[in-house]
């Protein structure tokens, strides 16, 4: 029997999954498309949130969490599945930030460690080629990423490893709701039982909750990025310029990052923006210019408020829990919140 039916299987969903079966509860996860090929596919995988020192406690605690487990769930998931997930600590260099203070007092806070590097000579030793714009920075050397479509693979091969199990292409049509107790969802025409249901459906969670009163403020944010093929070296680390950014990959490539576009659940890109991503990219690196675009693409982030997730059991119904909302740090806050929903169902 299936103890808890998880709706939504991009990373959050499998994460929680994994979680849950640890504690020895049987899951069903129910995917509307392919597993991880919402937001979960198309993001960075920076696992930092951008301008860290921005954000709220909660946010904090939840990445403090990840930047101690990633490197050994990087691990696990490899062993698991087979499959790199291209766990990298390159660095991140936050470029001309003015807010040096509130940097230095979260590092404190967090124990992260954060250096101010001053002048275009030192910001050019750690990262030649920027352009000669930028003068100072927030050096992060223990920021790592990870490559989201090998992520994906990597946690879906863990799902089989454990024998939890997934269906695609399986659209929850409603809630299942007896008495003001969950009793399982509705998919596919078809009634599947259980008495504990959570929903991770990213950009989707309201829309799932529509008919109850506890609906969380979740709301569709497409992202559009653009990849650069490139060779191996050629960037060092992340860079962040504001709100766009740049990320080496293991093989050379260079993604750049990304739009904030409220434009509901339309996932289009445009040439406009793909030009507008060139011009920033080359601004930071100018040696991008020479490259190709390989590729531009778009997706929906679950924006929340101040990007705090909702990590809880519903107010309203019995045994029916969230965990959505991570908006931009969906891979960085994975973790954390997975084990907190888990620890949540399982009392």
Same mark, same amino acid.
Not at 143 to 170: C, F, W
Not at 227 to 242: D, H, S
Not at 248 to 275: A, M, Y
């Given at each position: 029997?299936?103890?808890?039916?998880?709706?939504?299987?991009?990373?959050?969903?499998?994460?929680?999954?994994?979680?849950?079966?640890?504690?020895?509860?049987?899951?069903?996860?129910?995917?509307? !498309?392919?597993?991880?090929?919402?937001?979960?596919?198309?993001?960075?995988?920076?696992?930092?949130?951008?301008?860290?020192?921005?954000?709220?406690?909660?946010? =904090?605690?939840?990445?403090?969490?990840?930047?101690?487990?990633?490197?050994? /769930?990087?691990?696990?998931? *490899?062993?698991?599945?087979?499959?790199?997930?291209? *766990?990298?600590?390159?660095?991140?260099?936050?470029? $001309? =930030?003015?807010?040096?203070?509130?940097?230095?007092?979260?590092?404190?806070?967090?124990?992260?460690?954060?250096?101010?590097?001053?002048?275009? $000579?030192?910001?050019?030793?750690?990262?030649?080629?920027?352009?000669? =714009? /930028?003068?100072?920075?927030?050096?992060?050397?223990?920021?790592?990423?990870?490559?989201?479509?090998?992520?994906?693979? #990597?946690?879906?091969?863990?799902?089989?490893?454990?024998?939890?199990?997934?269906?695609?292409?399986?659209?929850?049509?409603?809630? $299942?709701?007896? $008495?003001?107790?969950?009793?399982?969802?509705?998919?596919?025409?078809?009634?599947?039982?259980?008495?504990?249901?959570?929903?991770?459906?990213?950009?989707?969670?309201?829309?799932?909750?529509?008919?109850?009163?506890?609906?969380?403020?979740?709301?569709?944010?497409?992202?559009?990025?653009?990849?650069?093929?490139?060779?191996?070296?050629?960037?060092?680390?992340?860079?962040?310029?504001?709100?766009? *950014?740049?990320?080496?990959?293991?093989?050379?490539?260079?993604?750049?990052?990304?739009?904030?576009?409220?434009?509901?659940?339309?996932?289009?890109?445009?040439?406009?923006?793909?030009?507008?991503?060139?011009?920033?990219?080359?601004?930071? /690196?100018? #040696?991008?210019?020479?490259?190709?675009?390989?590729?531009?693409?778009?997706?929906?982030?679950?924006?929340?408020?101040? !990007?705090?997730?909702?990590?809880?059991?519903?107010?309203?119904?019995?045994?029916?829990?969230?965990?959505?909302?991570?908006?931009?740090?969906?891979?960085?806050?994975?973790?954390?919140?997975?084990?907190?929903? #888990?620890?949540?169902?399982?009392?």
């Amino acid at each position: 029997m299936t103890d808890c039916i998880i709706i939504g299987g991009g990373l959050i969903g499998m994460l929680s999954a994994r979680e849950l079966k640890k504690s020895g509860l049987n899951v069903l996860l129910l995917e509307k !498309g392919e597993l991880g090929k919402e937001s979960s596919w198309a993001g960075g995988g920076i696992l930092s949130p951008l301008h860290p020192w921005r954000y709220s406690h909660e946010v =904090s605690q939840l990445a403090s969490e990840g930047h101690r487990h990633y490197p050994q /769930f990087a691990q696990e998931l *490899y062993a698991e599945s087979g499959i790199d997930p291209e *766990y990298i600590r390159c660095g991140m260099l936050v470029l $001309n =930030s003015e807010q040096q203070k509130e940097a230095l007092a979260w590092a404190r806070e967090w124990s992260m460690n954060l250096s101010i590097i001053e002048g275009g $000579n030192k910001i050019q030793t750690l990262q030649p080629g920027l352009a000669a =714009s /930028f003068d100072n920075g927030l050096w992060m050397p223990d920021v790592a990423q990870m490559r989201n479509p090998r992520l994906i693979k #990597a946690a879906r091969g863990s799902l089989d490893t454990q024998n939890i199990e997934y269906k695609e292409h399986v659209q929850v049509e409603k809630l $299942n709701v007896v $008495n003001g107790k969950i009793k399982g969802v509705i998919a596919n025409g078809k009634t599947w039982q259980a008495d504990k249901v959570l929903v991770a459906g990213g950009a989707w969670s309201a829309e799932i909750l529509k008919p109850y009163l506890q609906v969380p403020d979740i709301q569709p944010v497409k992202g559009q990025m653009v990849v650069f093929k490139g060779q191996p070296g050629l960037l060092k680390c992340i860079l962040l310029a504001e709100n766009r *950014y740049l990320i080496p990959r293991k093989d050379g490539r260079v993604l750049c990052g990304s739009t904030i576009e409220h434009s509901g659940f339309d996932k289009s890109t445009s040439e406009e923006v793909k030009q507008d991503l060139l011009h920033s990219a080359t601004e930071i /690196f100018p #040696a991008l210019a020479q490259l190709q675009i390989e590729h531009h693409w778009a997706g929906l982030r679950p924006g929340s408020p101040q !990007g705090v997730p909702t990590i809880a059991a519903h107010s309203e119904i019995e045994g029916l829990y969230i965990n959505a909302g991570h908006y931009r740090n969906g891979v960085i806050l994975g973790l954390g919140s997975a084990r907190r929903i #888990a620890e949540i169902i399982t009392q």
